[in-house]
């Protein structure tokens, strides 16, 4: 009897053995299956904004490196009017700037109405890796800056100031949709020639998200917000949930367009729980959106608000209120090429 107890212990044992093994195979495929590095921004100036951040994903470096130096492209650039450096200036003639960063673990940070400092994006890593806080704004996000070594300058560049100037002669306030695109350097020359001489420019974003090769998703957003602005005013791009949101285990998405239509339903928190559901990213982008068209629907016809979307794993959805949404995509199998998304109307 005590044989035969022996050998059925032993022969359950292994037959259990054999059964796990193939189970025990699959999870291990699973959790050591890697996603391929990519980048996706906003707009054409995501091009440039991509090839930097591509440097730091393609030698193993950290998604959260990634996008700081890829948007911090064109928060240097002079001749991009809706980024840092050479920002059109709210009415007063203040160029502030709005930012903010998240990383793999849901950790965050922010600055609004940030004046003097080029570089809004570092200062919003900074917020979140050196104080207790999401966000600083204003005066005291500049004292944080200038104590963490940021130099301090003038943002305002001629062009910039004449635009301004020339903007005051009538104060007229009428955002151009996709104005961005005109802004960026190819356009620049031409910049004020298609417009009335008092339009207000629909000033715009560079939201960027990055899967570096440990499949670990982060984000950055960036902007010096919409020209002509009230003193004070803050978008969507430094809120988290609104201009950006990132969650490691479903995926992430940005925004640009009128941050306060996007504010109103939190959209890339919105995209993001939509894809947790189930929807493919581009089918979240426009889900979201068209919870603002059924509540606004004359105001969603008159502005432009886009979202950009990725998954955990590395699927690639975007969705526009207006044609003309632009984006750029780089991955080993597509080599920083842009592309332009579908639209509602």
């Not at 005013?233 to 969650?247: H, K, T």
């Not at 189930?278 to 016809?301: F, I, N």
């Amino acid at each position: 009897m005590t044989h035969r107890r022996e050998f059925l212990k032993a022969t359950t044992a292994g037959l259990f053995g054999i059964s796990l093994l193939p189970v025990r195979n699959k999870l291990r495929l699973k959790v050591q299956r890697q996603v391929k590095p990519l980048v996706i921004s906003t707009w054409d100036f995501g091009i440039q904004a991509n090839a930097a951040a591509w440097a730091i994903l393609q030698n193993g470096g950290r998604a959260l490196d990634a996008v700081e130096a890829g948007v911090r492209v064109p928060e240097a650039d002079p001749n991009i009017q809706t980024i840092g450096l050479g920002g059109l200036p709210d009415r007063d003639g203040h160029v502030t700037l709005d930012a903010c960063i998240m990383d793999e673990h849901g950790n965050a940070g922010a600055v609004a109405c940030l004046e003097h400092i080029v570089h809004a994006i570092s200062v919003a890593r900074k917020v979140m890796e050196k104080t207790p806080h999401v966000m600083l704004v204003g005066e005291g996000a500049l004292q944080f800056a200038l104590s963490q070594g940021f130099p301090k300058q003038n943002l305002l560049t001629p062009s910039s100031e004449k635009a301004w100037k020339e903007w005051l002669k009538t104060a007229h306030y009428h955002p151009v949709i996709n104005i961005e695109n005109q802004l960026s350097p190819a356009h620049h020359d031409s910049t004020y020639s298609s417009h009335h001489p008092g339009d207000s420019f629909n000033h715009d974003t560079i939201g960027m998200l990055a899967i570096d090769q440990q499949g670990n998703l982060s984000g950055a957003c960036t902007t010096s917000g919409l020209a002509f602005k009230m003193h004070g005013r803050v978008g969507d791009s430094p809120i988290i949930g609104a201009g950006l949101f990132v969650d490691n285990e479903v995926g992430a998405a940005t925004a640009t367009g009128v941050g306060e239509a996007n504010m109103r339903i939190c959209g890339t928190h919105t995209v993001v729980e939509l894809m947790r559901q189930g929807h493919h990213p581009e089918e979240a982008c426009r889900l979201a959106l068209e919870r603002l068209v059924k509540k606004q629907p004359d105001y969603a016809r008159s502005i432009q608000l886009a979202f950009l979307a990725v998954d955990k794993n590395g699927t690639i959805g975007a969705y526009a209120l207006q044609k003309g949404f632009t984006y750029a995509v780089y991955t080993p199998d597509i080599p920083n090429r842009l592309m332009e998304s579908k639209s509602i109307y």
